[in-house]
Structures are given as C-alpha cells and as structure tokens.
C-alpha cells in the first residue's frame, strides 16, 4: 500500500470515529438536557454588600457558574477522560488524556479536532485543544475547592493572580466556552463579563467560599 493511500485510510477513519461520536452525543441529548445558566450578574449588582469579604465571596459564587458549566467542566475531568455535551457524558469515542494532556500516543486530540469548530459534524475545535492538568480538574469539586485551586500557584500553573486574569481573557480555548458550536449551551454571560467578576473579585480581596 502506498504511503499516500495509507495517510487516505486513517483520514477516513478518523472522520468516521468522529461523526460517529456526534451521532450519538446527539441522539443522548435529545431527553433530559439540563437547565443551564444563560446570564451572568453584573459586578455593579454586587455593591450594596457592605463587607467586603463576603461581596468578594459572591463575586467569585456567580463567576462560578462558569467554571462550573459543561463547557469547562469537560475539559477539567477528575480522571483521564474527557467528558462531553451539556449531560458531561462520558466521550464517545473513548479517549484518555495521555502524558501532557494532549490524548494518548496515536489518538491526539488533534486527530479530531481541529483548529476550529467543524459544524457539519458538530466536531468542537480550537488550535490548542486539550485537557486540563489533573492538578486543576474541577469535575464534582465545590465552589470553595474550585476558588483555592485558581489561587494555588503549585496547582494551576505557577500563575498568580494577575496571571489568571491574563488567562481567562485571552486563551483562546477559555473563549471558546462562549462560542461552542451547534448542540452546545454556551458558557453564562460573556467571556467580559466573567473576566470583570474575576477582576472585582481580586479587588475586594480573592476571598474563597468555605470548601
């Protein structure tokens, strides 16, 4: 077999196994899709809480409704595979995190997803798709744990503060939260909106919920 038939098959293949998984993440969500957040509180609401730990703590609590939508729980599993859709089943097709979080040797994440959302296939995409470290998985962990682990430096990336501001509003892949494709409940709010309750957060304090 030649070398370019060969690279014609696992291409082949490969569109297979992904219009297969978005058939049947398609047909799991036809019944008992939750009701998801839409819309996120504007910091100004915030303002007539007098203390300023606990504005600082609801801050942080509405902003969390984005850390912990299916758009971003997905990708921070508690184990080696990824969930998917707004039911944050189990992926179809099966696939483990691999070494970096890039998918395991000869099933990359990139064999699927591309650099963007491929919408015939309902496939997601961003030019840097992967999986969060353990160290930051947020599946089944409360809002107080999320909150300790953003500010943990051993933990989400040698990053400070400022540097977690910095992220979640330029990563291309936090944005894409906002902008997942046919078949997906976006993220609450905007990515603005979710940055400026981060940012009112760090001001009054980053004050965490009791875990």
Partial sequence: MSAAM??????????????????????????????????????????????TQSRSIALFREASKVLQHPRCVNCHPAGDRPSQGDLMRPHQPVVMRGKDGHGAPGLACTTCHGGANFDPARVPGDPHWHLAPLSMAWEGKSVGYICNQLKDPRRNGNR???????????????????????????????????????????DTGAHCPVP
């Fill in 160 to 202: 400070d503060i400022a540097a977690i501001l910095k992220h979640v509003s330029t990563d291309s892949l936090v944005k894409w939260g906002w902008n997942p494709g046919p078949g997906r409940t976006p993220a609450p709010g905007s990515n603005a909106e979710f940055v400026a309750l981060l940012q009112a957060w760090a």
């Fill in 6 to 51: 060969h690279k014609v098959l696992i291409a082949v293949a490969a569109a297979a196994v992904v219009l297969t998984g978005a058939a049947v993440q398609t047909f799991s969500q036809t019944n008992d899709v939750p009701e998801l957040p839409t819309e996120l509180k504007a910091v100004s609401t915030f303002a007539d809480i007098a203390d």
